[in-house]
Structures are given as structure tokens and as C-alpha cells.
């Protein structure tokens, strides 16, 4: 069963950073694009940053110039750099990829669990 393994959030006072992993865990034929998306408690899930195979990158205008989207495909692996955190950043963190695995004929989007960021003030 494929998995997305998050893992880099936690508990941290504004202005603070966190870096964000999303590892995938079985054998990749191809990974198109990763993103992460984050939902607040009340609100729906938003997109925060992708990155496509070509390394094209795309930003929620809330944190343009604060988080960083990069991967690195020989670990199929894709990172979320957040600096300059505010309080309203605190949300679940879900990373996102649509790739195709090694023994399928197609593409499909995969979830993680989400990982937990808090931003205290």
C-alpha cells in the first residue's frame, strides 16, 4: 500500500521555522507533482505549495516569500521550508502527490496523514 510519511511539524512560537518531509514509500515510476495543503480547525483544506516533475513551483499568496516547496526525486521525497511563522498558520499539514507507482498503468493522487503544526503567539 503506498504511503506518504510525514513528518517536521510540532509546536512552535511565531516567527519560529519548521521544515516539513513527505517521503514516499514504495517504488515510484514517475511522480508528477507534490504539494502540500493545510486545514485549519472550521476551514476547508487549501492548497499551500506544489512542485511539479520540472520543479515549477506555485505558492497560496499567504505565503509567498515564508515557505519554500523543493524535492528531491532521487529519495521521492518532497520538503516544506516554513519560516516567519504566524499563529494563523496553525493547521493540520496534508502532503500531496500524483504519481504512478511501480506495476500501475495510470496516475492517481495520494494523501498523507497530515502532520500538526501550532504556532503559538
Known amino acids: 500500500q503506498v504511503q506518504l510519511v510525514e513528518s517536521g511539524g510540532g509546536l512552535v512560537q511565531a516567527g519560529g521555522s519548521l521544515r516539513l518531509s513527505c517521503a514516499v514509500s514504495?517504488?515510484?515510476?514517475?511522480?508528477?507533482?507534490m504539494g502540500w495543503y493545510r486545514q485549519a480547525p472550521g476551514k476547508q483544506r487549501e492548497l499551500v505549495a506544489s512542485?511539479?516533475?520540472?520543479?515549477?513551483?506555485n505558492y497560496a499568496d499567504s505565503v509567498k516569500g515564508r515557505f519554500t516547496i523543493s524535492r528531491d526525486n532521487a529519495k521521492n521525497t518532497a520538503y516544506l521550508q516554513i519560516n516567519s511563522l504566524k499563529p494563523e498558520d496553525t493547521a493540520v499539514y496534508y502532503c500531496?502527490?500524483?504519481?504512478?507507482?511501480?506495476?500501475?498503468?495510470?496516475?492517481?493522487?495520494?494523501w498523507g496523514q497530515g502532520t500538526q503544526v501550532t504556532v503559538s503567539s
Open positions: 500531496n502527490a500524483v504519481m504512478v507507482v511501480d506495476g500501475d498503468l495510470y496516475e492517481y493522487e495520494y
Open positions: 514504495e517504488s515510484i515510476f514517475s511522480i508528477n507533482q
Open positions: 512542485i511539479t516533475s520540472g520543479s515549477s513551483t
